[in-house]
């Protein structure tokens, strides 16, 4: 017998999982050392200096603007800013770890616990624990040649500063661990500590996930997945790592505590290396760094300058009337939150309309242009321009859209491309001539029309729209057609 889904799988154990997220910080260059923290899209090996590559007789220096993010985040997330915090020596042997040492924080890390509030599956609010957040430097990167030719390693990552934001075991389901990972980026965004790109690696995830049987408080055996970089691949990786222990416990097998890779391609995990214990990594506080003592002039300084987070952002457009979905996008996507802010400025009162330009046609330019909103020639402003127009019945749904479009490819006034649009046409007797000919030149529709088939009107009103070039105001249009088709509602 098998476990055969989720729910089933649900009904008999409890699910546990808790998260690891490296976080790649917005700094100019690297954590201990003046070179360059940029890797993403340049040469191999441009971004380093003799600490990068761990050259000897090289010394580490902090990057204060890290340490400064790192109390910010934990403030952002209600953790415990630790007045004094030790950077350690983690111990393993990769090709990409120049110096055979990551130094990183173990037992007195910067930011203790702290808490993340999410949805959870039963619709309500959840806390999630913080365990820690702590500082630590980010490896190279392998590149493996295909057909087992030999590997190369590119330092341009190696020291660039990250912070790990570690989890307690609260989560219940992947949909909470993609609810969890979704809610941190936008607040690490809105704080501008990082950039949340999960594509280029500066935002990813090590999910730890075990099973126990309903009822019971002792932790099953737990894997560790590395390096998830999507949020679709987490919920994925842990579906089939779920099922996967479900049907080894069902089986009477046992869990063996490993580190596992995700094969999205084949949508399953596969067996990385046996897991390592914080013993096999050989902490010791780094020799070369003396204890980072936080003076409370920098906690103050970084709290007052913490901005509205995602949740307060979230709260504000639900109160403008703007749908729930759309609210929590906008409030999640910090550049696009920032850009309906712009349009809500100038016009407080359309936030629904406004929410649904930027979700509906703003979106499709920017997945057609792959560009960010910054890019845009249309400003926001400018867009809330046109939802007045359209609010006021200055211009239909077609010609805002057309505008929009003329704007975003080559930009201009928008002032003067409405005046140059003139008003919509309301005026029966200008429409008058237009309704008649539509109706003559669909006869058979028309009868359909009167039979009953009443849904035929928008028919008729888009064939009226195209041809008023979509300057008519489309309620004229539409009340001119019932009063000539006869026959229908009003």
Request: proline share 5%; with cysteine; glycine share 8%.
């Given at each position: 017998?098998?476990?055969?889904?989720?729910?089933?799988?649900?009904?008999?154990?409890?699910?546990?999982?808790?998260?690891?997220?490296?976080?790649?910080?917005?700094?100019r260059?690297?954590?201990f050392?003046?070179?360059?923290?940029?890797?993403?899209?340049?040469?191999?090996?441009?971004?380093?200096d003799?600490?990068?590559?761990?050259?000897?007789?090289?010394?580490?220096?902090?990057?204060?603007?890290?340490i400064?993010?790192?109390?910010?985040?934990?403030?952002?997330?209600?953790?415990?800013?630790?007045?004094?915090?030790?950077?350690?020596?983690?111990?393993?042997?990769?090709p990409?770890?120049?110096?055979?040492?990551?130094?990183?924080?173990?037992?007195?890390?910067?930011?203790?616990?702290?808490?993340?509030?999410i949805?959870?599956d039963?619709?309500?609010?959840?806390?999630?624990?913080?365990?820690?957040?702590?500082?630590?430097?980010?490896?190279?990167?392998?590149?493996?040649?295909?057909?087992?030719?030999?590997s190369?390693?590119?330092?341009?990552r190696?020291g660039?500063?990250?912070?790990?934001i570690?989890?307690?075991?609260?989560?219940?389901?992947?949909?909470?661990?993609?609810?969890?990972?979704?809610?941190?980026?936008a607040i690490?965004?809105?704080?501008?500590?990082?950039?949340?790109?999960?594509?280029?690696?500066?935002?990813?995830c090590?999910?730890?996930?075990?099973?126990?049987?309903?009822?019971?408080?002792?932790?099953?055996?737990?894997?560790?997945?590395?390096?998830?970089?999507?949020?679709?691949?987490?919920?994925?990786?842990?579906?089939?790592?779920?099922?996967?222990?479900?049907?080894?416990?069902?089986e009477?097998?046992?869990?063996?505590q490993?580190?596992?890779?995700?094969?999205?391609?084949?949508?399953?995990?596969?067996?990385?290396?046996?897991?390592?214990?914080?013993?096999d990594?050989?902490?010791?506080?780094?020799?070369?760094?003396?204890?980072?003592?936080?003076?409370?002039?920098?906690v103050?300084?970084?709290?007052?300058?913490?901005?509205?987070?995602?949740?307060?952002?979230?709260?504000?457009?639900?109160?403008?009337?703007?749908?729930?979905?759309?609210?929590?996008?906008?409030?999640?996507?910090?550049?696009?939150?920032?850009?309906?802010?712009?349009?809500l400025?100038?016009?407080?009162?359309?936030?629904?309309?406004?929410?649904?330009?930027i979700?509906?046609?703003?979106?499709?330019?920017?997945?057609?242009?792959?560009?960010?909103?910054?890019?845009?020639?249309?400003?926001g402003?400018?867009?809330?321009?046109?939802?007045?127009?359209?609010?006021?019945?200055?211009?239909?749904?077609?010609?805002?859209?057309k505008l929009?479009?003329?704007?975003?490819?080559?930009?201009?006034?928008?002032?003067?491309?409405l005046?140059?649009?003139?008003?919509?046409?309301?005026?029966?007797?200008?429409?008058?001539?237009?309704?008649?000919?539509?109706?003559?030149?669909?006869?058979?529709?028309?009868?359909?029309?009167?039979?009953?088939?009443?849904?035929?009107?928008?028919?008729?009103?888009?064939?009226?729209?195209?041809?008023?070039?979509?300057?008519?105001?489309?309620?004229?249009?539409?009340?001119?057609?019932?009063?000539?088709?006869?026959?229908?509602?009003?």
């Open positions: 017998m098998s476990l055969s889904s989720l729910s089933e799988v649900r009904e008999r154990f409890e699910i546990v999982i808790g998260l690891e997220v490296h976080a790649q910080l917005c700094t260059s690297k954590l050392c003046p070179a360059s923290a940029a890797f993403a899209g340049d040469l191999a090996n441009v971004h380093v003799e600490y990068s590559l761990g050259l000897p007789g090289t010394l580490p220096v902090p990057n204060r603007r890290v400064e993010m790192a109390i910010r985040t934990g403030l952002a997330l209600r953790g415990e800013i630790s007045r004094r915090s030790v950077f350690a020596r983690k111990h393993y042997f990769y990409d770890l120049p110096k055979g040492y990551q130094i990183s924080q173990y037992d007195q890390p910067i930011i203790r616990g702290g808490v993340l509030e949805t959870g039963d619709g309500q609010p959840k806390r999630v624990r913080l365990n820690r957040i702590h500082i630590e430097e980010d490896a190279g990167k392998s590149i493996h040649r295909p057909g087992g030719e030999g190369l390693v590119d330092y341009n190696a660039v500063p990250l912070l790990e570690v989890s307690e075991p609260d989560i219940r389901s992947p949909e909470e661990a993609s609810r969890y990972l979704k809610a941190l980026r690490l965004t809105a704080l501008e500590v990082s950039d949340g790109n999960m594509q280029e690696g500066s935002f990813r090590d999910a730890n996930v075990s099973l126990r049987p309903m009822g019971e408080t002792e932790y099953g055996t737990r894997c560790e997945i590395k390096n998830l970089n999507s949020f679709r691949f987490v919920e994925q990786a842990l579906e089939y790592e779920v099922s996967r222990h479900a049907e080894l416990l069902h009477g097998k046992t869990v063996t490993e580190t596992r890779l995700y094969d999205s391609d084949r949508r399953q995990t596969r067996t990385m290396r046996t897991k390592e214990e914080a013993l990594y050989r902490y010791f506080p780094d020799p070369d760094l003396p204890a980072l003592d936080v003076p409370q002039a920098w103050e300084r970084e709290a007052a300058r913490l901005p509205e987070m995602p949740v307060a952002k979230f709260e504000r457009y639900a109160k403008l009337g703007v749908p729930r979905d759309a609210a929590l996008f906008l409030s999640e996507e910090r550049e696009l939150g920032n850009y309906f802010d712009a349009a400025q100038a016009e407080p009162e359309l936030g629904p309309a406004l929410a649904q330009l979700m509906g046609e703003i979106l499709r330019e920017l997945k057609e242009d792959s560009t960010g909103i910054r890019q845009a020639k249309v400003s402003p400018d867009v809330a321009k046109l939802v007045r127009a359209r609010s006021e019945g200055t211009i239909s749904s077609t010609q805002q859209k929009l479009t003329q704007l975003w490819r080559d930009g201009g006034d928008v002032n003067a491309l005046e140059g649009e003139g008003e919509q046409v309301s005026d029966s007797a200008a429409l008058e001539p237009i309704v008649l000919r539509v109706i003559a030149e669909n006869e058979a529709q028309a009868v359909e029309y009167r039979a009953g088939k009443h849904k035929l009107i928008g028919f008729f009103v888009g064939r009226v729209m195209k041809e008023m070039q979509g300057k008519a105001n489309p309620k004229a249009v539409q009340d001119l057609l019932v009063s000539k088709l006869g026959g229908g509602p009003s």
